[in-house]
């Protein structure tokens, strides 16, 4: 269950739940909006969830 | 004349690549041509999976929209791209069980092996056959609709006709050379230049104007997502997540993945991929700062690159983005030809079905570009149309997974009712309070199917997540 959590539901809270707080940030860095600053930090974040996922997880799965 | 010089060599060593791809495996095995005999291991698979995944929609499109409809609106393309990796993460190894248990090339063949001692498994099939082809079209338009744009960088000033014609010779070509090793290997090459290109053009943008003043002049643009922008943007990223692995020709790469453990450790990065994007946004921005009219909004990308760039460079751009939308037709024709051939006319002697296919595909090319020259569209719209279509297998596709009593004709009931509210609903423009249509749809198409089955719920097939990983034949 917590892998599942950690793999899916975190980016899925960041990417959907979050969007109508995320919407009323208004800190920009250069002139971006917070809301594309957000996306474009989850590009990252999202692959660090997977990865968690894979080496706590799944990585000692038989290679099927 | 240095565009199309470029252009042309770029293009050429795409085909040398294809011809390349077929080295070594001239098996005439129809599990080959179309999902290379599961033999890719996570190098190939990556940039099959990406190279088909970003297509022209994504380098022409989504600048296009923000472009078009102001800054916000390019949200819902991120999320929906960006969340399409964690769930895949977790729904894939399983798809890709059962394409293994079931020996399947295509995501009907999953509902025919899992139903094939039920009656009403030959009516699931034929139903997602058919509307997974149908629901294609739309996809093929956003490819010529993209071509057009992004071959009009090289000047040729000729008829969208002609070059849509031109573009369907090309596509078609790759498939002929070697199936889907053909696009793989061009894949590697169309990734690299797609990426080269985003970040030229990205690059041209930023040397001409600083970063915040790209953003700045751009503020006139709403940034903030009103409530019904919230509610559409929401829906369409789950919905479009969650449908991303049903798209046919995403379901047929995973085929050709070596093991689960391949495809987890592929998706892991895949999010990465998308670190293009921003490029794509600051393209987008500096063409709205601009303020500049453009009589065609989807063509922002290009604008800034034929107007930033010197000739040979734009060369590489429009080969970037053709082979992009080229790629992925390629793939489409890929993965409509075993649905015709194995799924529709499965029964017919071999020779009866490769006509039947080449046919389809035909005709297939031929509604896209018909479709493209008469009801043009913003190409992140055709997008979202055809996800209507394919979210809607997603219920079935768990079902085989995980629900012991699913029952093939509720779940064909369910797609088949869900196809057609998504589509009247879009034709007659039915207000569903702002949330994505198809999302509207997939709450009915899941009610059908769970209730039929409950109601019907006969003889039983033991779900694929149950059964347990399927072990490697002996010698593989």
Known sequence: MLRVFVGLGIPLIAIVAMLPVVNEVTFTVFNIPFLYLWMFSWFILSSVCLGICWLCFDRHRAEY | MATTIVFAFLIAASLVLAVMAKKGHHSTDVRDFFVASRQFGGFLLFFL?????????????????????????????????????PVA??????????GKLYDAVTIADLFKGHFRDKRGGRVLELTVTISAIVFLVPWGQVQFGG???????????????????????????????????????????????????????GGAALSQAHLSNIFHSASAVSNHLTAPDLRFSMSTIAFQAIGYFMLPFNTQNLFTAKSEQTIRRTLMFMPLYMMIFPFLVV????????????????????????????PWVLGVVVAGASL?????????SLAIGPLVSRNLFGHVPEQKQRTAAQAVIVLFLGASIVMTLVA????????STAFFGMTQFLPGVLSIMFFRRANPLAIAAGIIVGDVISVSFYVLKVPTFDLNIGAVALTVNVAILIGGSLLAGHRQVTPVALRGAVMPAPGE
């Open chain 2, 49 to 85: 999976s990406v190279g088909e995944i970003y297509s022209i929609g994504t380098i022409i499109g989504f600048p296009g929209s923000i472009y078009a409809k102001g800054g916000s609106y390019g949200i819902w393309y991120l999320g929906y791209n960006l969340l399409a990796f």
């Open chain 2, 89 to 98: 993460y977790f729904l894939n190894p399983l798809i890709w069980r059962a």
């Open chain 2, 147 to 201: 071509l057009i744009i992004a071959l009009g960088g090289l000047g040729w000033h000729i008829n969208p006709a002609v070059l849509i014609i031109f573009a369907a010779a090309l596509a078609f070509l790759y498939i002929v050379i070697s199936g889907i090793r053909a696009p793989a290997f061009v894949a590697i090459l169309k990734d690299v230049l797609m990426v080269v290109a985003v970040v030229i053009t």
């Open chain 2, 283 to 310: 393209v987008a921005y500096y063409q709205l700062g601009l303020h500049a009219h453009l009589n065609a909004p989807t063509g922002a990308f290009m604008a800034v690159a034929t107007h930033l760039l010197p």
């Open chain 2, 324 to 332: 992009s939308g080229l790629l992925v037709l390629a793939g489409l």
């Open chain 2, 376 to 383: 043009p569209n913003m190409l992140t719209t055709l997008i």
